[in-house]
């Protein structure tokens, strides 16, 4: 029994670190299950609101009331971007937009020669803020604390991508922050994340992807430095799939206007979400999904202890595009599975434990990019 629950500590720790270098992959301008909001942006900012109702904590005589605001900020420092001859600026601005290598040879060159793609060098940074709010009297019932009712999480991370050959390509990100009740009130408070990571493509439409990840606020393995690996397969526009073991992401768009994302990892996370477009400027959509926060408690017991905040939800609502560089998103949930605890991993959930009862939620969303 123990060597199973250490070999599925494993897998939920690469799964961790493959869903951190899709989200590290999709911020600095690979071309697969990138994020709109900083597609080929030198500036963009996000912001976003959620209000759940008051919401009864099970076994207490006792109310939540759950509330989040976030900022994330994010800017292209530099980009070495070699002017391109004539015959291959097509290919390198079609390269550039993240719509693959093109499938015309003669017109196109400059990818599918043996001489490659002319390298790209990235430099970016990003800026994210985090207050999570739990207004009420919960008690954390080991410790007999009240549960804070601020919790903040600050970051700053500079990423550095290269781009050369024929898609080869390596990048590193490094993170600084503080996630707790009291940030960066002392240095055990402040948390530090780094990932390595590379692509060597195996043909015009794959890639085998590698990587390294190191985070000091995860909820398993905390502080150890975890390999992965990962085969991207983009056979077109409509379909692409990123596999790992035991970690699969896949996007489809089964019709013009329909689109389907599915990540799927044997922990408690995933994400399935379903987008209509309307018209032009304005999409519906529906998710499905389980997610996570941890933070570091200045008066914690002990040193490793973090306090954890898991969550599902099933969501709908409407995304209107406000021009070409901004779009407005307003949606409802309905949350459910919804437990605080504090430990030293994921395998303290049933102890220390604060479980809520369902609840509704409203959610507002701005993003901006220039």
């Known amino acids: 029994m123990k060597k199973l629950k250490h070999m599925l500590t494993i897998i939920f720790l690469v799964t961790a670190s493959l869903l951190a270098a899709c989200s590290a992959y999709g911020q600095d301008g690979i071309p697969v299950f990138d994020d709109s909001t900083k597609r080929d942006s030198s500036l963009w900012f996000k912001t976003r609101y959620s209000a759940t109702e008051d919401s009864r904590v099970k076994i207490q005589d006792s109310e939540l ?8 900020l994010g800017a292209r420092l530099w980009r070495n971007l070699p002017q391109a001859k004539t015959g291959n600026q097509k290919s390198k601005e079609s390269f550039m937009k993240k719509q693959g290598p093109p499938q015309g040879k003669e017109e196109n060159p400059g990818i599918q020669s043996k001489r490659g793609f002319p390298g790209i060098k990235q430099l970016s940074t990003s800026f994210s803020y985090k207050k999570r709010n739990f207004e009420g009297d919960a008690i954390l019932p080991a410790s007999g604390d009240l549960l804070p009712e601020e919790f903040y999480n600050i970051k700053a991370a500079l990423t550095y991508t290269s781009i050369s050959g024929r898609r080869k390509l390596w990048g590193l990100r490094l993170g600084f922050g503080s996630a707790s009740d009291e940030p960066f009130h002392a240095s055990d408070l402040t948390t530090t994340d780094a990932l390595f990571f590379m692509s060597n493509p195996v043909g015009e439409r794959d890639s085998w992807m590698f990587f390294v990840y190191y985070s000091d606020n995860r909820a398993v393995l905390n502080h150890v430095p975890l390999p992965g690996f990962a085969y991207m397969w983009k056979p077109g526009k409509k379909f692409q799939i990123l596999a790992g073991i035991p970690f699969l ?10 689109d389907f994302s599915l990540s799927l990892n044997p ?6 979400e379903v987008v209509y477009s309307v018209s032009d400027t304005m999409k519906i959509f529906g998710v ?42 307003i949606s409802g949930s309905y949350k459910f599975d919804r437990y605080i605890f504090e430990g030293d991993g994921y395998e303290d959930r049933d102890t220390n434990r604060i479980s809520l009862e369902n609840g509704f939620c409203l959610n507002l969303v701005l993003s901006i990019r220039f």
Do not use: C, H, N, V
């Not at 009331?65 to 994330?72: N, Y």
């Not at 922990?267 to 399935?272: I, S, T, V, Y």
């Open 65 to 72: 009331a759950l509330s989040l605001e976030e900022f994330d």
């Open 249 to 258: 992401a896949t996007k489809w768009k089964p019709m013009e206007k329909l």
């Open 267 to 272: 922990a408690p996370g995933g994400k399935a």
């Open 288 to 329: 499905l999904q389980t997610r996570s926060e941890s933070y570091i408690r200045d008066e914690r017991l002990e040193y490793w202890d973090r306090l954890f905040y898991y969550e599902s939800q099933l969501q709908a609502g409407t995304r209107i595009l406000l021009g070409k560089s901004a779009d407005f998103e």
